[in-house]
């Protein structure tokens, strides 16, 4: 008698659904990227609109995945969404995309980043403090401690998610919690006691970057992305959720919702503490933050406490990622290895151990050509997965959102406009990072022409 292959298992609640979602948006970007957005805008005002035109674009992205997933509530996220959209090969590249730029790349910044904030007690992982260093116009490779460290990390977290969903999804219900109550500590202490000065917020500074300020603000937008991008992190474990037509669209709202106004607060308190000049191209802003509000010693517990809030983030991501290429694999749409469960643990071992690998070597990377890179592949896929949206509606058994058909376009048309100024303001002013998106967008096109003809032969 044949046995059905172990499948995935709905062992996952709202609860857990909502902590991956502000575990994959909270880390990485606000952690980092206000430093760089210091000296590329130069001007207070602009760094809090830039992070609150984000959280618009997010959140109708929320709104629109919402009724994506309701209508196709199956792991995989963009995968199912433009697979059943657009066509197999999109769908496709969609998740070969995902795996360098979705997963794989954000999990070595995050990791990068935590090696960051651990510099604050060992100055030898220092992202400065290579042993060596390659560069190419815009291209960089580093390598030193920094690496060492961040690539320590993925390893570790990559053999823990090996036993199970609801092992790892205790650990990440633990980090999410810790991650949230530090950001709120930090926001709260900081503004009450901590040694500030609001007239921060009315004081610019000489901008870094020589491009016009219009093409800059949408340059940094990349940056803003990879900060709220997991806002549909959710969708890629939809098949492991309980009642996922109701949790899912309520874990993407409210992750959104919530991280969203961290961020706006957390940017308040960065700003308060320390004039924009100072923080021009610092990594771990929050710990030149919390010096400046609390003093080195304090400082030091808040850079560790920071420094296991993206540990959270790295966990959530090397959960999430596999589950998209088992669904893909699971319809034939990728490697047949990345399909299989573990009869005991329930787990895509193959597909968990490979993403690991290529998170690792990614170390390797500048850490801001990963962050454009990232963003620029991120907002490319999810703008065409809610444009889907304007022809999908026209089905007479698709179920409609309230909160998507309130003015209907006007919720995608948030998302969509803004990511094809991205795409084009990237082609422009980024013309090597593009060229890279280009080149991963085409082998994921080869490889899937490549392997449609060799089971064409095959049969």
Same mark, same amino acid.
């Given at each position: 008698?044949?046995?059905?292959?172990?499948?995935?298992?709905?062992?996952?609640?709202?609860?857990?659904?909502?902590?991956?979602?502000?575990?994959?948006?909270?880390?990485?970007?606000?952690?980092?990227?206000?430093?760089?957005?210091?000296?590329?805008?130069?001007?207070?005002?602009?760094?809090?609109?830039?992070? &609150?035109?984000?959280?618009?674009?997010?959140?109708?992205?929320?709104?629109?995945?919402?009724?994506?997933?309701?209508?196709?509530?199956?792991?995989?996220?963009?995968?199912?969404?433009?697979?059943?959209?657009?066509?197999?090969?999109?769908?496709?590249?969609?998740? !070969?995309?995902?795996?360098?730029?979705?997963?794989?790349?954000?999990?070595?910044?995050?990791?990068? #980043?935590?090696?960051?904030?651990?510099?604050?007690?060992?100055?030898?992982?220092?992202?400065?403090?290579?042993?060596?260093?390659?560069?190419?116009?815009?291209?960089?490779?580093?390598?030193?401690? #920094?690496?060492? &460290?961040?690539?320590?990390?993925?390893?570790?977290?990559?053999?823990?998610?090996?036993?199970?969903?609801?092992?790892?999804?205790?650990?990440?219900?633990?980090?999410?919690?810790?991650?949230?109550?530090?950001?709120?500590?930090?926001?709260?202490?900081?503004?009450?006691?901590?040694?500030?000065? !609001?007239? @921060?917020?009315?004081?610019?500074?000489?901008?870094?970057?020589?491009?016009?300020?219009?093409?800059?603000?949408?340059?940094?937008?990349?940056?803003?992305?990879?900060?709220?991008?997991?806002?549909?992190?959710?969708?890629?474990?939809?098949?492991?959720?309980?009642?996922?037509?109701?949790? *899912?669209?309520? #874990?993407?709202?409210?992750?959104?919702?919530?991280?969203?106004?961290?961020?706006?607060?957390?940017?308040?308190?960065?700003?308060?503490?320390?004039?924009?000049?100072?923080?021009?191209?610092?990594?771990?802003?929050?710990? *030149?933050?919390?010096?400046?509000?609390?003093?080195?010693?304090?400082?030091?517990?808040?850079?560790?406490? *920071?420094?296991?809030?993206?540990?959270?983030?790295?966990?959530?991501?090397?959960?999430?990622?596999?589950?998209?290429?088992?669904?893909?694999?699971?319809?034939?749409?990728?490697?047949?290895?990345?399909?299989?469960? @573990?009869?005991?643990?329930?787990?895509?071992?193959?597909?968990?151990?490979?993403?690991?690998?290529?998170?690792? &070597?990614?170390?390797?990377?500048?850490?801001?050509?990963?962050?454009?890179?990232?963003?620029?592949?991120?907002?490319?896929?999810?703008?065409?997965?809610?444009?889907?949206?304007? !022809?999908?509606?026209?089905?007479?058994?698709?179920?409609?959102?309230?909160?998507?058909?309130?003015?209907?376009?006007?919720?995608?048309?948030?998302?969509?406009?803004?990511? &094809? !100024?991205?795409?084009?303001?990237?082609?422009?002013?980024?013309?090597?990072?593009?060229?890279?998106?280009?080149?991963?967008?085409?082998?994921?096109?080869?490889?899937?022409?490549?392997?449609?003809? @060799?089971?064409?032969?095959?049969?």
């Amino acid at each position: 008698m044949a046995t059905s292959a172990p499948a995935l298992l709905r062992r996952l609640g709202l609860f857990s659904a909502t902590a991956l979602v502000i575990s994959n948006m909270v880390g990485t970007g606000i952690f980092t990227s206000t430093g760089f957005l210091a000296g590329d805008l130069g001007d207070p005002k602009l760094v809090l609109i830039i992070w &609150l035109v984000g959280a618009v674009i997010a959140l109708a992205g929320a709104f629109s995945y919402s009724e994506l997933g309701i209508n196709f509530p199956a792991s995989g996220g963009e995968y199912v969404y433009l697979t059943r959209a657009y066509g197999p090969t999109l769908g496709f590249m969609s998740g !070969w995309v995902s795996f360098f730029a979705g997963f794989s790349a954000p999990i070595a910044t995050a990791a990068l #980043a935590f090696s960051g904030y651990l510099s604050y007690f060992y100055p030898s992982v220092q992202q400065q403090n290579t042993w060596f260093s390659w560069s190419a116009g815009e291209i960089g490779i580093q390598f030193g401690g #920094a690496q060492i &460290l961040a690539a320590a990390l993925i390893f570790v977290f990559t053999i823990l998610n090996l036993f199970g969903v609801e092992f790892i999804a205790r650990i990440q219900n633990t980090l999410t919690s810790i991650k949230v109550l530090v950001m709120i500590a930090f926001i709260g202490l900081g503004l009450s006691v901590g040694n500030g000065n !609001w007239s @921060h917020l009315s004081e610019n500074t000489v901008r870094t970057s020589s491009t016009p300020i219009g093409a800059q603000f949408a340059l940094s937008l990349f940056w803003i992305y990879v900060g709220y991008s997991g806002w549909n992190a959710a969708t890629y474990i939809a098949e492991e959720l309980k009642k996922p037509e109701r949790n *899912l669209p309520l #874990a993407l709202t409210l992750g959104t919702v919530l991280v969203a106004g961290l961020y706006l607060l957390f940017n308040i308190v960065f700003i308060y503490a320390t004039p924009l000049g100072e923080m021009k191209g610092v990594l771990a802003v929050g710990s *030149l933050t919390a010096k400046s509000l609390f003093g080195p010693r304090i400082a030091g517990v808040f850079s560790a406490l *920071l420094a296991v809030s993206l540990m959270s983030t790295v966990n959530a991501m090397v959960t999430i990622g596999p589950r998209l290429y088992y669904a893909m694999a699971k319809n034939g749409a990728f490697l047949p290895v990345a399909a299989r469960i @573990h009869p005991e643990w329930r787990t895509p071992v193959p597909a968990i151990l490979c993403q690991g690998a290529c998170a690792m &070597l990614m170390t390797l990377i500048n850490f801001g050509n990963l962050m454009v890179y990232i963003g620029y592949l991120l907002n490319l896929f999810a703008m065409l997965a809610v444009a889907s949206l304007f !022809w999908l509606r026209r089905r007479p058994d698709w179920q409609k959102l309230g909160v998507v058909s309130f003015a209907f376009p006007l919720v995608p048309l948030l998302f969509v406009v803004p990511g &094809l !100024w991205l795409v084009i303001a990237g082609l422009r002013f980024q013309p090597v990072i593009s060229a890279a998106a280009a080149a991963t967008l085409l082998s994921g096109a080869l490889v899937y022409r490549l392997r449609i003809s @060799h089971r064409a032969l095959a049969s």
